[in-house]
Nanobody, 127 residues
Framework: QVQLVESGGGLVQAGGSLRLSCAAS????????MGWFRQAPGKEREFVVA????????YYADDVKGRFTISRDNAKNTVYLQMNSLKAEDTASYYC????????????????????WGQGTQVTVSS
């Protein structure tokens, strides 16, 4: 199985930027489609963005489109989430997730589709 560890969270002012990282160990990340989700206090975990196994396809939630960018470096076994123009409503714990797949191009946006999860990293945006 694969272990996922997120990092890069913190406190930032509205309009600022953060880059989250999700480092994998145990298995090569190149076998997995990846996603980022977030969960604010009292709310359900929600989809943010997904990337296919090859990295050729991405899929963004509407409220982050144009502000967030997902990327992956399979050689480093790491997935990144670049977050720009942050808003107070982006405040949440951010989780990366991995799904073992055989196809290279499909993205996944449902929490139940993912096999492995990290422990999360907190992002707080002050207004």
């Amino acid at each position: 199985q694969v272990q996922l560890v997120e990092s890069g969270g913190g406190l930032v002012q509205a309009g600022g930027s953060l880059r989250l990282s999700c480092a994998a160990s145990g298995r090569t990340l190149s076998r997995y489609a990846m996603g980022w989700f977030r969960q604010a206090p009292g709310k359900e975990r929600e989809f943010v963005v997904a990337i296919s196994r090859s990295g050729s396809n991405t899929y963004y939630a509407d409220d982050v489109k144009g502000r967030f960018t997902i990327s992956r470096d399979n050689a480093k076994n790491t997935v990144y989430l670049q977050m720009n123009s942050l808003k107070a409503e982006d405040t949440a714990s951010y989780y990366c997730a991995a799904k073992l797949v055989y196809d290279y191009s499909t993205t996944y946006y449902q929490t139940w589709e993912y096999d492995y999860w990290g422990q999360g990293t907190q992002v707080t945006v002050s207004s």
